[in-house]
């Protein structure tokens, strides 16, 4: 190549793909009616995406400060006290005895791993994802970054003769708030043990009960005492404040973990030691999580009796931090009425089809915000 000249396009491999083809990022479809909301003269409300607003735990930061001169670098297995203190908060707080810490993995916040979960797992094409109805986008993302069919279903009957590899359950539910009841999960838990199906289990809003007092497929009563087939996922995103932090962890069938461990260790996948240790003392403390809680609790009271005043009706969210609303019409009807108010929330559609005559109102916003909100609902 002579001097000046443009360096040559670099050839791509016969056969290689341009892009994966994924879902769209539905939040981006929000952009405008964001824009109708910032306007308003009291500034925006924004309900649609459930983030923590409130400080992180002073214990944690502590902690995380104690911890900053990490010059080496860490397991991808995490720290034997890591697994440790997650052990003691699955029995403590869940009753899921008889673990090892060969059975938990902490992972790089529980969205990574659920996205990935398929294809460290090795599925593809001509396997079936199975996963709820309504449910957070990131399970059909899992499925489609490896060519693997999905199909979202609340029936297993359904399915027929089908037998999906992996079949996902989120319950507390992310957007409905639903909690599945533990003889439901006991014949889930039956049903894919007999097909040799891995069911997941994604449990990250488990702290964050109202109405309802969630189960873990681990717990004995439902794993009838052995992990086989099954992993638990969790998050210390909402319990702590600590979604800057990607604390997570996934729990249960040693073997599985066995495989997932070394397909990670081959991508560098590796929690940072100081969050190891900002995680050990997330999970010892449960002072703020009750002080956090209670927060929720007050702001949730407060949106859910604005809403039921101004036409809405409320179903399941007897956890997580939203309320499933409809004005039983067309969920961007609600949106755009919402956003004129300076309301901004997510609408249903983007959890499935099911939900398109619904509204996901997330109570994660300060007290000022919350207030803001019930004052123009009113």
């Given at each position: ?79 034997v ?60 993302v ?8 999905a ?6 009957t359904a399915l ?36 040799g ?68 260790k ?34 949730r ?23 499933w ?10 949106v ?43």
């Amino acid at each position: 190549m002579s001097d000046g000249a443009p360096a040559a396009p670099a050839r791509r491999p016969a056969g290689a793909r341009v892009s994966t083809r994924l879902p769209d990022f539905p939040w981006d479809r929000l952009t405008s009616y964001a824009a109708t909301a910032r306007a308003h003269t009291d500034g925006i409300v924004d309900l649609s995406v459930g983030t923590p607003v409130d400080p992180t735990p002073e214990v944690v930061q502590r902690a995380m400060a104690d911890a900053v001169d990490s010059p080496g670098y860490p397991t991808t297995i995490g720290r034997v006290e890591t697994r440790e203190a997650v052990l003691r908060w699955l029995e403590r707080r869940l009753g899921v005895t008889g673990l090892g810490l060969d059975q938990v993995l902490p992972v790089i916040g529980s969205k990574e791993l659920i996205g990935a979960l398929p294809l460290h797992l090795g599925l593809g094409e001509g396997d079936l994802i199975a996963y709820p109805e309504l449910a957070y986008p990131t399970y059909e993302v899992g499925a489609a970054l490896v060519g693997a069919r999905a199909v979202a279903t609340d029936s297993l009957t359904a399915l027929g003769p089908e037998v999906p590899a992996l079949l996902w359950l989120n319950s507390p539910s992310n957007p409905t708030g639903r909690v599945l009841p533990p003889d439901h999960l006991r014949k889930v838990v039956e049903w894919c043990r007999e097909r040799g199906t891995l069911l997941v289990s994604d449990e990250c809003y488990v702290e964050c009960a109202w109405e309802a007092a969630p189960t873990s497929v681990l717990h004995p009563s439902i794993s009838g005492g052995s992990t086989e087939g099954l992993l638990a996922v969790h998050s210390l995103s909402k319990r702590s404040n600590l979604a800057g932090y990607r604390c997570a962890f996934v729990a249960g069938d040693a073997t599985v973990l066995a495989e997932l461990l070394a397909v990670r260790k081959n991508l560098g996948l590796q929690m940072p030691g100081p969050q190891q240790l900002a995680m050990i003392a997330a999970l010892d403390d449960d002072d703020h999580v009750a002080e956090q809680h209670t927060r929720y609790a007050d702001r949730r009271a407060m949106l859910r009796s604005a809403l039921l005043g101004a036409g809405f009706r409320i179903e399941h969210s007897e956890a997580s931090l939203y309320l499933w609303a409809t004005r039983d019409e067309d969920c961007w009807e609600t949106v755009a009425d919402l956003a004129e108010r300076g309301i901004l929330v997510a609408p249903g559609a983007f959890y499935g089809e099911a939900g398109r005559r619904h509204v996901r109102v997330a109570f994660t916003a300060t007290d000022e915000r919350v207030a803001a909100a019930v004052a123009r609902l009113a």
